[in-house]
């Protein structure tokens, strides 16, 4: 167990619907990453906060935005769904920056329709 | 945009060290490289973090050159519960802005 909490598991939508996926960090971390990964592209980056601020920012759509509240957990929301975007969806968190460990979550399962 | 690339597959017998390696050109001065192990279905765990030379822990030893454009983990004696799929982490600078960025990781069959 990393520490790092994601719900929900496991999202079933449709296309053009919206929906929210959260993610508490570690205790004590202030960073949280998001990631993507699908069957053909690996693993992507999609961002990072720190301490509430946006960090670092990858191949991230713009039918998707994040945000880190004051109590450090995150949301990502995905927006106008579409097939290809079911994928699953790490979060992962460190202590503060980019040179740190990355402890991930369990991840969420979206399954688009 | 930099690339890391990484073999897709690699098989090994039980009880043979096995290195994979990461080509990663544009890392950037400060950046450090991080290995990560994934198991189907769940969030990747890190291995080994280095910047240059070598480095080595309980698990595995990671091994980067003068030039640092690659680096090679090396995984001694693997089991069957080795069988995983490994990462690759660098730091990337692009356009002005701070990015991760995966391998593609590569898929380690431990063959009994």
């Known amino acids: 167990d990393s520490g790092v909490t994601q719900t929900p598991k496991h999202l079933i939508t449709a296309t053009g619907q919206r929906v929210t996926l959260r993610c508490s960090p570690r205790s004590g971390d202030l960073s949280v990453y998001w990631y993507q990964q699908s069957l053909d592209q690996g693993l992507q980056f999609l961002i990072q906060?720190?301490?509430?601020?946006?960090?670092a920012k990858g191949n991230i759509l713009e039918r998707f935005s994040a945000q880190q509240f004051p109590d450090l957990h995150s949301e990502l929301n995905l927006s106008s769904l579409e097939l290809g975007d079911s994928a699953l969806y790490f979060c992962?968190?460190?202590?503060?920056?980019?040179?740190?460990?990355?402890?991930f979550g369990p991840g969420t399962r979206l399954l688009v329709l | 945009l930099a690339k890391t690339t990484q073999p897709i597959s690699m098989d090994s017998y039980e009880g043979q060290e096995v290195n994979i390696t990461c080509s990663h050109n544009n890392i950037a001065t400060n950046d450090y490289i991080t290995w990560y192990q994934q198991f189907p279905s769940q969030g990747p765990r890190f291995i080994i973090q280095g910047y240059k030379t070598k480095v080595t822990n309980e698990v595995a030893s990671l091994f980067i050159p003068a030039d640092r454009k690659s680096s090679t983990l090396s995984l001694p004696r693997v089991s069957l519960s080795d069988t995983a799929v490994y990462y690759c982490?660098?730091?990337?600078?692009?356009?002005?802005?701070?990015?991760?960025?995966f391998g593609k990781g590569t898929k380690l069959s431990v063959i009994p």
């Open positions: 906060y720190y301490n509430g601020e946006e960090r």
């Open positions: 992962a968190s460190s202590e503060r920056g980019e040179q740190e460990t990355q402890y």
């Open positions: 982490l660098v730091g990337d600078v692009w356009a002005g802005s701070y990015q991760l960025t």
